[in-house]
Structures are given as C-alpha cells and as structure tokens.
C-alpha cells in the first residue's frame, strides 16, 4: 500500500499570500489530521477530519482552515500568511475514526516545508 | 491540559549499547502513548502504539513501556546501531488529539 502522500514537497510565499497544501491518506484511511512542526513549538495540532467532517480543531487562528474530500483527501489553507507560519506541515492519516480510539496508529506523510518570505 | 516531556534532549552514545529514552506526560487519561521516529526534514514513521491497557509492546530490538499510574513511558533501544540515529518523539492519544513531546535527538557514533 502506498503511504501517505504530501503535495507539494517545498513551497516558498511571501506575507499576504495565502497557500493550499494536499494529503491523500492510506487507501482506506477516513481519518485525516494535521499538524504543524517548529524549531520552538515543536509538533502542534491543527485539525482532524473524519468523514469530510472535522471533528477536532488546535488552538490556532482562523487563517487556518481545511476541509476533507469524499474520496478522504484533505487540503488545507492558509491565508494572510505571517512568517510565523514558516514550518513543516504534516499530514496523519488512520484507519479507524479518529485520534481517540485506542488502537489507531497515526501514519504521516513527509510533510510540506512552507517558507514564507 | 496535556504536557509532554522528553529527557534526555540530545544523546549520544557508542555503537552497541543499549539505551533508554524517557517521556513522561501530566495528564494519565491518555488512551495509547505512541513512539515515532523523525530523521532530518523527513516525517514521522511510528515506532510502537502502547494502548491505554497494555504495560508494553515490542517490535525487534525496541521495547516500549507504559506506566499511566505514574505518567511515564520510556523505550528501550537493544544493541544501537548508526541507522537509529535519529530524533524520537512520544505522543499521548487524548481525546482530541495527540500531544507530542519536543523529542530526542540521538546519536549512535559507529
């Protein structure tokens, strides 16, 4: 089975832009959730959808948005970037229905590096 | 609201020998503790994923614990080699979302 795919793999914006980032999840996985990697935050939790619905969201702004697909793809979006949005983003995926559900392993994808200028 | 924490930061250590990584987390309703492993600029591949219920699990030459009474688990590394360097991260499964540890980043010198 093919892993988690992340598209695209590097992207560099400018502040006041906005940008799109892909995840197509394990053939078979419902559950898509995203976090965002920092040198001082660390790892943080953005957003969990499962079933084209989320289900959770992290402690970020509004600027921070997504959505998830029929198919279980997920995007999500950032607008009005600020160079605090430099980070890794990466993308989970699990075949049960979420986090929360003792037996689900989370399985990333490479992640997007987003560098903003 | 969950904390994480991961000691040693940074480790060391020659080829061969068998070391221990520790986590320990502040809040014990967590409902599995997973273990992943992150090289450079990659993403993470999962290690092990403890269950709430369970004290331990075992994959190869890793060995992770889970002790919810005392908020702790730790994961025990057989014979390192210069391939497990890397950065290793836990993370407590809570009700929303997985609460990771800042890591730790090893270093196996062959």
């Known amino acids: 089975k093919a892993g988690v795919t992340q598209t695209p793999r590097y992207l560099i914006k400018t502040r006041g832009q906005q940008v799109t980032l892909s995840c197509s999840p394990i053939?078979?996985?419902?559950?898509v959730s995203w976090y965002q990697q920092t040198p001082g935050q660390g790892l943080q939790f953005l957003f969990e959808y499962f079933s084209e619905t989320q289900r959770n969201k992290g402690n970020f702004p509004g600027r921070f948005s997504g959505r998830q697909f029929s198919n279980s793809r997920s995007e999500m979006n950032v607008s009005t970037l600020e160079l605090g949005d430099s980070a890794l983003y990466l993308c989970?995926?699990?075949?049960?229905?979420?986090?929360?559900?003792?037996?689900?392993?989370?399985?990333f994808g490479p992640g997007t590096r987003l560098t903003v200028l | 609201k969950q904390e994480v924490t991961q000691i040693p930061a940074a480790l060391s250590v020659p080829e061969g020998e068998n070391l221990v990584l520790n986590c320990s987390f502040t809040d014990s309703a967590i409902y599995n503790l997973q273990w992943f492993r992150q090289d450079p600029g990659k993403g993470l591949t999962s290690l092990l994923l403890?269950?709430?219920?369970?004290r331990e699990q075992t994959s190869g030459r890793l060995n992770a614990s889970l002790d919810k009474s005392s908020g702790r688990s730790t994961l025990y590394i057989a014979a390192s080699q210069p391939g497990d360097s890397a950065t290793y991260l836990c993370?407590?499964?809570?009700?929303?979302?997985?609460?990771f540890g800042s890591g730790t980043r090893l270093q196996v010198q062959p």
């Open positions: 403890i269950q709430s219920s369970q």
């Open positions: 053939s078979g996985h419902r559950s």
């Open positions: 989970a995926s699990s075949s049960g229905r979420g986090v929360a559900r003792g037996t689900d392993t989370q399985y």
């Open positions: 993370a407590g499964a809570g009700r929303r979302a997985l609460t």
